[in-house]
């Protein structure tokens, strides 16, 4: 009988800031599931982990480098992150926070990620209640 590959996972989030409430999830969910259950990579919207945070992980940690999402640079990393994206081959794609929601439902659709999950884990400081 032939072994099952593991699920192909992306996790995305704007920037890790260590100590507070979504990223404590995050990291907790990726170090219950561990590397035996997921073939998961985390990446980083905006700023890279810092070196001696990285071994929270159980999995690859990666900066996708995009510091203004309408800026030229951000405009023109997007063709090359749906291009890197396609060919991970990802299963799913959960997505953390305003910025990764905005510019990576539409690159992990763009890369054919099956199934896109997008986290709302805020107090509403966005949403207008008039």
Same mark, same amino acid.
């Given at each position: ?73 951000? !405009? ?39 199934? !896109? ?14």
């Amino acid at each position: 009988m032939a072994a099952q590959r593991k699920p192909r996972i992306a996790f995305f989030i704007d920037k890790w800031k260590p100590g507070t409430g979504t990223e404590n999830q995050l990291q907790g969910m990726l170090a219950h599931l561990g590397d035996e259950r997921l073939d998961a990579r985390l990446f980083t919207l905006h700023m890279p982990i810092a070196p001696e945070h990285r071994d929270l992980f159980p999995c690859p940690v990666e900066c996708l480098g995009v510091t203004s999402l309408a800026s030229p640079g951000g !405009v023109l990393a997007f063709p090359r992150i749906v291009k890197a994206l396609r060919r991970r081959r990802f299963d799913a794609a959960m997505i953390y926070f305003l910025d990764s929601n905005l510019y990576l439902v539409p690159a992990c659709r763009l890369a054919g990620i099956p199934a !896109v999950v997008i986290n709302r884990r805020d107090m509403g400081y966005w949403y207008d209640t008039g």
